[in-house]
């Protein structure tokens, strides 16, 4: 699959390309619902009175933290003196998105740094009936079509509230959407809602010292009720999104240890191409058994379909390698997956979705 960073846990599963642009956005079954249909959510700075988006003039490093599914991505800009480090997850339990946001100084003056969040949903598939609203209770945008939500939110302990918003309308009427509306003097216009085809900005504040740092957080967090959004917003701001993102990686590395290998001394880079081949592998993976082939949406772009299904052979040998590398309750989910399928006959159909429907 053509992405520069994949994150998921069976349900949730976010890809970014090589921009550090959210591209697919995968709930609560992978490959059947895109929220995203492609359309990038775009990341930028406003620094020194002007955005730049992070697709031009910016050297960036995308990479993951050892062992795990943690993004680890380095976005440096040499003419403006700046460097973001930024540490991404979906949490291993609950779905939600989760990243870290440090921007340091390399010029040696106090800055103010203003990052810019974009989100341009398809709910579903489509941007007809979508909603996007501001909810002053949380503090945090809302977007939802009938029983999918999403909520994105952030800032600094304890308060978590974002510096500014903006929902609006998107490729409709000329409007290209509210990332427009984060050029120019770099201040979000906080409309609180918009309905249609509609997208969403919002932007976090940073104080930077002379050849200091600072640091703060985003979340986006999907649900099939209202009110389990609200239950993880409330388990996020307790707990802390950087807790969070730090079990997630504690977890897969713990996951990965569970079945480790003698492997007899092999290179350091096979034994690490092992690793993120059975994390790759696991990361698509649904809960109910199905393993999908892959789960990006730039074939649609020539070929109006994706791969983003579960075929019974490539299932099968992905399976094996499961077992063979000690993975056998992840193998017996999936043949338990196809067990449910196979034909009187004794044959498969050509392909599947997740949820067992052809």
Known sequence: MARSLVLGNGRYMVNFDDRYWIRDIYFPHL?????TEGHPFRFGVWVDGATHWTDNGWDITIAYENGTLVGHTTLRHAQLGLEILLRDAVDFELDVFLREITVRDLRGQDREVRVFMHQDFYI????????ALYD??????????RDRYFLIGGGVAPAYRMSGFATG?????????TWRDAEGDG???????????????VVLHFDVK???EATAYYWMAACERYGQLLEIDEIIRRVGPDALINRTAA???????KHDLDFAGLSSDLIRMYKVSLLMMRIHVDPDGAIIAAADSDITHFARDTYSYMWPRDGALVADAFSRAGYVAI???FFNFVGTLIKKEGYFLHKYNPDRTL
């Open 31 to 35: 490959g059947i619902e895109n929220h």
């Open 124 to 131: 579903g598939g489509t941007e007809v009936g979508d909603t």
């Open 136 to 145: 002053p209770e949380i503090h945090s945008i809302i977007h939802y079509k």
């Open 169 to 177: 309308k998107k490729r409709i009427a000329g409007a290209e959407g």
């Open 187 to 201: 201040t979000l216009s906080g409309n609180p809602i918009a309905q249609g085809s509609v997208d969403s900005t």
């Open 210 to 212: 002379a050849k200091s």
């Open 251 to 257: 977890y897969w590395r713990l996951w990965l240890k």
């Open 331 to 333: 193998s017996r989910n």
